[in-house]
């Protein structure tokens, strides 16, 4: 099965708990703190695979979770990080994030590597809060929870040359004859559901990559037929070569097919018609196919490049392959066709990087304050609500954040609720 379009859920590993510890020593206050620092969590990594071909797998897994890093442990031994998940991936594949619609990450490279979800750091051992006016603190921090997206997987076939055209006008057939490739052929619309790659080797043993796309037809561009499943393929496309049936058997007039197919690439964006393009003038073995490729030629300007062929009889294809070829090497790879994605080399933006420490009041139906936003979030769950040093900690944290100073703002009064997550606490002014 082909599958190229998956939505997937990935979070990084929690960091490993800091250790409230003392060690015993004379004249030093409680044997003098001791306690060391959790590990930090693995991280979720795409690696490209250029053995994969599809995104079948995730069709069984779509959860994905890295290790969480080892707590701290006394006599200052820090926690070992934990390993990174690594998932393989085809090339080809681009992740994009479902709640921001960014590109994460566009991985075309053998090898190629992204974080995609970075693992929490771990959390800080009671040594590291030592100072002259403390010197035996029993305070310490919690690992660091990992970051969680859910993102989704696109896979956009990587092929040097696209056969593209409406349905039944011979690209499968095409395909089989100059390549190892056995696409589906048969007589009816939308044979073809899934690209098919094949190697093509000219005669004078230069090769390339040639896929048989899924069918066009009007209203592609808005999804009509096989639509976008079809679109996204062609934009990793270097050379576009137009199959047209010039034996107009289906009762379409050829040029009607060549306006309405590169309508459709406008339509879906415009960047596609910068592709240089040839024209195949296909099924040339049948009645009224040179009639029509006469007037198909005084409708285009002179210098458009036309190649008769036939591909069941294989004739014409030696001099189309030797075109294609010849325009490969003068053509350069493009990038990813994104409105919203940058051209440069693509970073991993996360939410504690990209906001500030900001938070946000609201209020529920009961009159309580509700508390919410990254940084404050993230500072309570790093917090060991057990420990009295713990909680001044926080309530100094929340005040240098000027979290006090918005709640009074917003009318809070002493013994007012306030909701942190699924925890409530007292407002004191």
């Known amino acids: 099965m082909f599958v190229d379009h998956v939505k997937v859920y990935v979070r990084g590993g929690d960091g490993g708990d800091g250790m409230v510890a003392f060690r015993r020593e004379k004249y030093v206050p409680n044997g003098g703190p001791a306690g060391g620092d959790g590990g930090k969590g693995g991280d979720i990594v795409f690696i490209v695979e250029e053995g994969l071909r599809t995104l079948m797998d995730f069709r069984y897994k779509r959860i994905f979770k890295a290790d969480r890093g080892t707590h701290g442990m006394s006599s200052n031994k820090h926690g070992a990080k934990a390993e990174d998940t690594f998932i393989k991936v085809p090339p080809g594949t681009v992740v994009k994030d479902i709640d921001t619609g960014e590109t994460i990450a566009d991985l075309v490279e053998h090898g190629q590597t992204a974080v995609i979800a970075k693992g929490g750091r771990g959390g800080r051992g009671n040594s590291r809060f030592a100072t002259p006016a403390n010197p035996a603190p029993e305070l310490s921090e919690k690992g660091e929870p990992g970051y969680e997206r859910n993102v989704t997987l696109e896979l956009k076939v990587l092929a040097d040359a696209g056969l593209v055209g409406f349905p039944s006008v011979g690209k499968s057939t095409l395909l089989s004859v100059v390549s190892a490739a056995k696409p589906k052929i048969a007589e009816y619309h939308f044979t073809t559901i899934v690209p098919n790659l094949g190697m093509v ?87 009224d196919a040179e009639e029509n490729l006469a007037k198909f030629r005084e409708k285009l300007p002179e210098d458009a490049r036309i190649f008769p062929i036939s591909a069941l009889s294989r004739k014409g294809l030696s001099s189309l392959l030797h075109a294609i070829a010849d325009l490969l090497e003068v053509t350069d790879e493009f990038p990813l066709i994104d409105e919203e994605a940058d051209e440069s080399e693509s970073t991993v933006l996360y939410k504690h990087e990209s906001e500030a420490d900001g938070f946000d009041i609201t209020r529920d139906p009961d009159g309580a304050y509700v508390l919410s936003g990254y940084a404050i979030e993230r500072l309570f769950k790093m917090t060991d609500f057990s420990r009295e040093d713990s909680i001044r900690r926080f309530a100094r944290q929340m005040r240098g954040m000027g979290i006090d100073d918005a709640l009074r703002e917003r009318g809070a009064e002493n013994g007012d609720t306030v909701r942190l997550l699924e925890f409530e606490f007292e407002f004191m002014d």
């Open 201 to 287: 080797e000219t005669e004078d043993h230069r090769s390339f990559v040639m896929a048989d796309l899924p069918g066009l037809i009007e209203g592609a561009h808005q999804g009509v037929g096989l639509g976008h499943q079809f679109l996204r393929h062609i934009e990793r496309t270097r050379v576009i070569v137009h199959v047209i049936d010039m034996s107009a058997m289906e009762g379409r007039d050829p040029y009607e097919d060549y306006v309405t197919i590169n309508e459709e690439l406008q339509q879906y964006n415009m960047r596609l018609t910068e592709r240089p393009q040839l024209i195949v003038a296909n099924k040339m073995d049948m009645p």
